[in-house]
């Protein structure tokens, strides 16, 4: 089994196609054909169903999985490594994050770390808690940027800690006041940004008991902003995430505070990649640098 192989049967189940996986391996349809056919026999099982509309994981195949891309990480670990002994900064990383933090964090810290590492690749995943929690668990990401996961199986790095804010109709009656009551969330027509996927919107409303009538719901934070500015409910979400937006919306503070720890987590810190640990230093000069330090409680700029 090598780790081409292994990288080959990885791009065909992300990509559901034979053809896509040898477009990226920069190899001819047939060539990957050859390649995972090999493999197949050498473990005496397929590994994909095969169809007019493209290829899909057997379950022996679902099963390998875990293993393939494990093998795939200790080749970048050594080829990393490798290249370290060299004088040569490189590699590739994958990294999931939270949609706000991928548009409001990611270009000032990706623009450092390209100028320093202008070597390493760098692919963006953007979900929420639910889909960062089952990447770390199949190790598809070298590492996740956002609030700390609920599993157990993984290390977490707190960064910083942002405040949750209420997101109000500026004509709303509680507008123009300093704080909105927690428990008022269950008197308000609400908008539910993901529900059930473990956000921080979850997150808050089961940790006390909340239970608010949801009209609507969508997907993208965004969106709910904009219901919002039109009248239609309520929300509240990151004081990150809204930064930059200029609606005719009021932002509240919860009475009490509310805030959230934002962070990295890692399928392993000990097995992290030059690279990742690289990116860790990274993520943590920069957010250092212009948000609330979470052993000061002040603004580090």
């Known amino acids: 089994m090598e780790a081409l192989q292994c990288e080959a049967v990885l791009l065909a189940a992300e990509q559901g196609s034979l053809t896509a996986a040898a477009e990226r391996l920069d190899y001819t349809q047939s060539g990957i054909t050859r390649m995972i056919s090999s493999l197949e026999e050498e473990l005496g099982f397929p590994l994909f169903i095969r169809s007019r509309r493209g290829v899909r994981l057997t379950e022996n195949g679902k099963e390998m999985l875990p293993l393939f891309r494990e093998l795939r990480r200790a080749q970048q670990r050594a080829e990393q490594s490798a290249a370290e002994i060299r004088g040569i900064v490189s590699g590739s990383l994958t990294i999931g994050c939270y949609y706000s933090i991928s548009a409001m964090w990611m270009p000032e810290i990706l623009k450092r770390f390209k100028k320093r590492y202008p070597k390493i690749i760098i692919r963006l995943r953007e979900g929420g808690n639910e889909e960062m929690s089952h990447w770390l668990g199949e190790r598809s990401v070298d590492c996740c940027l956002g609030a700390e996961p609920r599993r157990r199986d993984c290390d977490w ?145």
Not at 257 to 286: F, N, W
């Open 157 to 301: 790095l707190p960064i910083f800690r942002d405040e949750l804010v209420v997101w109000l109709p500026k004509k709303h009656p509680l507008a123009g006041e300093a704080s909105f009551p927690l428990e008022r969330l269950a008197e308000e027509d609400f908008i539910h940004t993901a529900p059930d996927q473990d956000t921080d919107q979850d997150r808050l409303l089961s940790r006390y008991g909340i239970r608010p009538h949801s009209p609507f719901s969508t997907r993208d934070g965004f969106a709910t902003y904009n219901m919002v500015e039109a009248g239609l409910g309520i929300s509240f979400n990151q004081r990150l995430i809204s930064k930059r937006w200029k609606g005719e919306v009021a932002e509240l503070p919860f009475s009490p505070p509310q805030y959230v720890t934002l962070g990295i987590s890692l399928p392993s810190l000990r097995d992290a990649s030059p690279a990742a640990k690289r990116l860790i230093d990274c993520v943590s000069e920069t957010m250092g640098e212009q948000f609330w330090a979470l052993d000061s409680g002040r603004q580090t700029t």
